[in-house]
């Protein structure tokens, strides 16, 4: 098998992008990323355990240690949170940065483990071309390709096998126990997932970038539909784009690719938060300046009804006292129901509803 | 003789400079995350800390980059710059879309703590190897630091305390009871903001001993196990900096006798562990206080069962 | 609408403590109160009723500044709202703080008086002993070191009733404060309640329980977006009025 290393650099880049992204779709919405940012720092503990256990990093043991190091977060959140003393927050503040503390001095002190500090902080995607599997002395190519594929294919089954389980409880937990769904051990399973993924990605990007690919492309795909399965093709997508634009930034910039992936990624993120055609904030800029608009015409128009009732005259020039409203403000709207026909003035210039300015402000006050 | 052997230690720690240093610049940080901790975990802004010093990072490299010194103050400016642009974005996120609060922190902290790797590996790249002492900020490195250091954290330190005593009252009634303090007619935005800086202070005092990535634990774990042992909020304060005083002073000194350990994850095990004792042992709402309050509770059930305490009687209200 | 008159008194009580004019609130898109034109009389015990979502916790928000108003005004004793709002006291609802927070009774009621002792100045016996006396005039003297989140409902409220009797100020504007209390509170809060008003305060209270309406207050308030209709109990208090309060939510769409 002869492929360049860039490509596979490249390749893992991308797997890992769009494992995490499948996954991270249901962190957002299920409003448990910082949990899984705990999960994926205190993986760490169980992946030094299983190497000074097993005295490699063969994948097996090292994803089941991590799994379950992972579980062990939970479970400890769980228990403090429980307990009625801390609030969920206070409790994933304390636990992971314990069981990732514990674990980070065992890989500086520990010096059978080769991990160095660096490779905790944004991984070592580098060296995935030189990290070779072989069967039977037969050399099947780069070892983080395989991985990542069988959990791509993993995540992929999970979410197909589970989607119906998935979407119910993540919109409605109640309704999801009411009929037989079992939300908690969807939970469960959903957190073995990120923690599987997480323990993959620890490779390429170190444990604390990881929620970079978890979190950000999901974000950015949430903000530009309302379908979940359009959202998770999206954010698989997303995040693929990010980690290649990132991996060329790094090559062309000579800095770290699992740095540039997440820089990059909160890049998209920030371009679709501003430009997000309905939910962007231009457009939501340009829709609450036109409510307020509306809403304004209708006080104007429900104001002059309210004291031609009580024979107090209106003008453009009351308005500003009356309403609370700058000068600027009060004569803009003043032109513009005149402009379209909604008062006229009558000979002391003081503002009368014409018929189609009753009828407008009838479908405001509803009285 | 453990504990002869433990006692020549702290003897030869007070002798030695560097050590003093260390165990002095590490209670500056435990003193002041201590104290200002209890208000994030009062405020349930605990990740929201983690935020902040996560995304403190990329500022840290563009001061070096930008001065070219490893002078702590211009350092710690910049990081404090960053640590405060990232709570913004973070809020700005929540405030203008749907995306909920864990997602946004997540977000801020991943893709802050993302430039911050980039622009440190950028800094390798370009100065060499040596430049890799910026590292030191990501898990603490209390070893590193020099006379002049100790001096800036310590006017630091300084700081906060002044502001926290001066707003003490605001800043409690605004974080107990937010709308209320509004009707008295303070600023609450403008108290929040200062609050939050205050905070993004300490965490910036943290950086060179935990470091960005550990730093959430010292703003959460002294307050909270400050919190089993009192119900006054002074108290709590005063407690909490103790504890985290305790732990800065007793990590760094265990960390400084290992060979290459980083001094951030050793004083969050400490403090953790000061946590675990003030969960089990605290009297009145510890674990084990419980426990046994149970029992007796059971006891004195089985032996009279005859008055049943008065329920206050709920007042009908139609909707 | 319509807006009776129900007191042609003295001259001191021409000014009304607490006029609106032409106030329209939105949250967001959403219009919560609309064209509220309303002088709140002296000296009274007034209720603001209206179903769920009518903008009755709004209309006292919006007095205490706590919501921005989109149009109109707010004048506190001929002022405008933000100059006197020291002459207001303000009771939130219930459930709007931490009850874990680690503070006693007294605590919280001292907190009333943290507006009259302004910047830098720091709480002190004086200020202790007022809180005590409040505590004392709700009937809680001898929970004054309790942790607020060990009392019960009912008294957590008259904590709250008494700091906002710390404040010592002229009007006291209450968001549903016998919301789910025991008798006791209840019985209590109105009695505290009609004490201030023989001193000469003005009390605004959000209320539920419709049947207690013309037996606790003397002028009662009914919104429902729109202001339907304010005045005394026995001239407003209609069958007719109630039926227009509480008929199905006005629609108000734009466009």
Redesign the interface.
């Known amino acids: 098998m002869e492929i360049s290393n860039d490509l596979i650099i490249a390749g893992t880049a991308m797997l890992v992008a769009a494992n995490c992204a499948l996954i991270g779709v249901f962190l957002v919405l299920r409003q448990t990323a910082m949990m899984s940012d705990a999960i994926s720092h205190t993986v760490l503990l169980g992946i030094v355990i299983a190497v000074l256990a097993v005295g490699s990093r063969e994948p097996i043991p090292v994803i089941v240690s991590g799994v379950l190091s992972g579980i062990l977060t939970i479970s400890l959140v769980e228990l403090l949170h429980r307990s009625g003393k801390l609030k969920q927050d206070s409790s994933i503040g304390i636990v992971f940065p314990f069981l990732f503390a514990i674990g980070v001095i065992l890989v500086t002190q520990a010096a059978s483990i080769h991990i160095d500090a660096q490779h905790v902080l944004y991984g070592s995607i580098e060296f995935a071309p030189f990290d070779t599997l072989y069967m039977d002395d037969l050399n099947m190519g780069s070892r983080s390709l395989w991985v990542l594929g069988i959990l791509a294919i993993a995540n992929i089954l999970f979410i197909g096998l589970l989607y119906k389980e998935l979407k119910v409880s993540t919109f409605d937990k109640s309704f999801a126990l009411g009929v037989g769904l079992m939300p908690i051990l969807v939970h469960y399973l959903l957190m073995i997932m990120v923690a599987t993924t997480a323990v993959v990605a620890f490779e390429s990007v170190g444990a604390i970038l990881v929620i970079a690919f978890f979190i950000v492309p999901a974000s950015a795909a949430y903000l530009l539909t309302d379908r979940l399965s359009k959202m998770l093709m999206l954010s698989v997508s997303l995040g693929v784009a990010s980690s290649v634009a990132g991996y060329l930034f790094a090559i062309f910039a000579d800095v770290s690719i699992s740095g540039s992936m997440a820089t990059t990624s909160g890049v998209i993120f920030g371009l679709i938060w501003v430009f997000a055609p309905n939910r962007g904030l231009v457009s939501r800029w340009k829709r ?1 300046s036109r ?2 608009f ?3 015409l ?2 104007v128009l ?2 002059i009804r ?1 004291e031609a009732d009580a024979h107090r005259p209106v003008s453009a020039l009351t308005l500003p006292d ?4 700058t000068k600027e403000y009060s004569k803009k709207l003043s032109e513009f129901i005149q402009e379209k026909k909604l008062v006229e003035k009558d000979t002391q210039g003081n503002f009368v509803l014409t018929d189609l300015g009753i009828k407008k402000a009838e ?5 | 003789m453990a504990l002869e052997e433990i006692l020549s230690v702290f003897v030869g720690i007070l002798a030695d400079y560097t050590l003093r240093y260390v165990a002095l610049g590490s209670a500056i940080l435990g003193i002041t995350s201590g104290a200002l901790g209890c208000f994030t975990v ?1 405020r ?1 802004q605990s990740l929201f800390g983690d935020a902040l010093a996560h995304a403190s990072l990329p500022g840290i490299g563009l001061a070096y980059l930008f001065t070219g010194t490893k002078d702590s103050l211009p350092l710690m400016l910049g990081a404090a710059v960053f640590a405060w642009f990232g709570g913004i974005i973070t809020l700005a996120i929540t405030n203008t879309t749907r995306i909920k609060q864990d997602a946004a922190l997540g977000i801020t902290l991943s893709v802050f703590f993302g430039l911050g790797i980039v622009l440190l590996t950028y800094l390798q790249s370009v100065g060499g190897a040596s430049q890799g002492g910026l590292d030191r900020f990501l898990f603490g490195q209390a070893t590193a630091l020099i006379e002049s250091d100790i001096i800036n954290l310590g006017i630091l330190a300084a700081l906060c305390f002044v502001i926290l005593i ?1 707003f ?3 800043f ?2 605004t ?3 937010s ?8 600023p609450t935005k403008y108290l929040n903001a200062l609050l939050t800086s205050v905070i993004v202070v300490a965490v910036v005092i943290g950086l060179h001993t935990v470091g960005v990535v550990l730093m959430v634990s010292m703003l959460i774990a002294p307050a909270v196990a400050a ?1 089993q042992w ?4 002074k ?2 304060i005063i407690l909490s900096s103790i504890f985290g005083g305790l732990s800065g002073i007793i990590g760094s000194m265990i960390s400084s006798m290992a060979e290459g350990m980083s001094t951030g994850p050793v004083i969050v095990i400490t403090a953790t562990a000061i946590l675990g004792i003030s969960l089990l042992f605290s009297p009145k709402q510890g674990y084990l206080y419980k426990y046994f309050c149970k029992q007796r509770k059971l006891h004195i059930l089985l032996d009279k069962t005859k008055t049943i305490p008065g329920k ?4 009908g ?3 | ?1 319509e807006q009776k008159s129900g007191n042609q008194g003295s001259a001191e009580d021409k000014i009304s403590p607490i006029m609106i ?2 106030m ?1 609130i ?1 949250y ?2 959403e ?1 919560a109160l ?2 509220i ?1 309303l002088d709140f009389p002296a000296r009274k015990m007034v209720a603001i009723i209206g179903p ?1 979502g009518a903008g009755k916790s709004t209309l006292i ?1 919006a007095v ?3 919501v921005p ?5 707010v004048h506190i004793y001929g002022k405008p709202s ?1 100059k006197n ?2 002459k ?1 006291a ?1 009771v ?1 609802q219930r459930g ?3 009850w874990d ?4 009774a007294l ?2 009621v001292e ?1 009333g008086l ?2 009259k ?1 302004g ?2 100045r ?2 002190n016996s004086k200020t202790r002993n007022v809180a005590r006396e409040c505590l004392d005039r709700v009937g809680l003297s001898d929970y004054a070191d309790r ?1 607020i989140g060990q009392l ?3 008294q957590q409220q008259r904590v709250f009733v008494a ?1 906002a009797l710390a ?1 010592d100020a002229q009007i006291y504007l209450m968001d549903e404060p ?7 509170t ?1 019985e209590t809060i109105l009695s505290v309640l009609a004490n201030l008003r023989k001193g000469g305060k003005t009390i605004v209270m959000v209320h ?4 207690t309406v013309d037996k606790y207050f003397d002028w009662v308030v009914m919104v429902n ?2 202001l339907i209709a304010a005045g005394p109990i026995k001239e407003v208090f209609t069958k007719i009025n109630l039926d227009r309060t509480y008929q199905e939510k ?6």
């Open positions: 609450i409510h307020r509306e809403i304004d209708g006080i429900t104001h309210h009356s309403l609370g409203w479908n405001y006050s509803g009285n | 009062l349930k001066v003490y009252k605001e409690k009634i974080t107990f009871d709308s209320f303090g509004q009707s008295l007619g303070l919190r009192t119900l006054n909020l108290t709590m206050e009687q709920n007042h209200n139609f909707q | 609408m004019r032409n329209s939105t967001r898109t219009p609309w064209n034109d769920n928000k205490m500044g706590l108003i989109t149009a109109g005004k933000h709002r020291d207001v303000y939130p709007s703080v931490d927070f680690p503070t006693d605590d919280v907190m943290y507006g002792l910047w830098f720091r709480p942790q019960s409902g009912g700091r404040q016998l919301n789910g209390v025991d008798a006791t209840e539920h329980d419709l049947r977006r729109n006005r629609c108000m769409s734009i466009q």
